[in-house]
């Protein structure tokens, strides 16, 4: 096991910016950056030991300005759609943000936290643990918060993040990381091929603009339904209303039998490869994006990107909770802290 550390870049304010490197015994390479504490490179063997950056991203720090795909970024305070861009906490209604046509998307696009640099609390042979503080009021969010993030590298090929955060006010609190893998290498092209599962038997329905109904739907009988592995792509293009308001897959699964506790939660396969990524995390939700609005651009190593290039597995509690009291809560403050954990093991 070994951590390296080296300058990623200078931020236009002149903020440095680091790059850590986690590596285990069996030549898996994580590296991630202080600017998002964002997932940059994940080095995987194939079957045949041959080592590919299975991530996408960008070489470059100023290309992590715009990165309108959220490659590899840590999302906050509040990942994914907020109906309306409100939300309501003891008595108050709280306005955000509207960036997704009438609604909030993923905090703020200019300033959410995955355009902050996080600072560096601790270093580790296996682990980096970043933070960073908010005031009340950061983004309209209320709360003085500070939210620490520790990515770190096991020897059984586990890449562990842990979330832990707190609040002096009763605020929302929703983290996630937005790592698009592409299991046969970034440069690979679409994933439409990959074999996913997905544990769970049931997802949120949304409207147009991806905000839920507030109904838990069965996934039986129709295009939704992972339990069992099959191919990204086998049913992506089904005459199916959910899947057209998605351009494909982008919903929330409801993981089954989410308590709290650390479970498996998805399995993904690619056939050519032989690499095999298993998913696991505490919390109840995990939206799968087929990554089918990523536009036209260059990632690293010049490498062409566009729509289906990576695929993300983004654990979380569900879009739009706040506004939907059946729904798992996701507001934390001086009594409830937020914590929570997310691993991605190769096997």
Known sequence: MAMTKKLFGTTQDGCEVYAYTLENANGIKARLITYGATLV??????????????????????????????????????ANRTGNAEFRIDGKTYQIEKNDGPNNLHSSIASGYHKRVWEVAETGETSVTLFLEAPDGDMGFPGNK?????????????????????????????????????????????????????????????????????EIAPVTGTPMDFTSPKPIGQDIGADFEQLKLGQGYDHNFVIDGADGTLREIATVEDPKSGRKMKAFTTLPGVQFYAGNCIGAGTGKDGVPYGPRVGMCLETQYFPDTINHPDFPSNVFGPD???????VYQFV
Do not use: W
């Not at 996408?56 to 959220?70: A, I, R, T």
């Open 146 to 214: 500070r939210i620490t993030m520790t990515y770190s590298l096991s020897d059984d090929n586990a890449l562990q993040l842990k979330y832990h955060g707190t609040s002096d006010k009763n605020t929302v609190i929703n983290m996630t990381n937005h790592t698009y893998f592409n299991l046969s290498g970034h440069q690979a092209g679409k994933i439409e091929d990959h074999i996913l599962m997905i544990h769970a038997g049931n997802y949120t329905p949304v409207v147009p603009g991806c905000i839920p109904t507030g």
């Open 41 to 78: 490179n994940l080095y995987v063997p194939d079957k045949d030991g041959s080592v590919e950056d299975i991530v996408l991203g960008y070489d470059k720090l100023e290309d992590y300005y715009s990165n309108e795909s959220f490659f590899g970024s840590t999302i906050g305070p509040s």
């Open 336 to 342: 409830r802290d937020y914590e929570a954990v997310t």
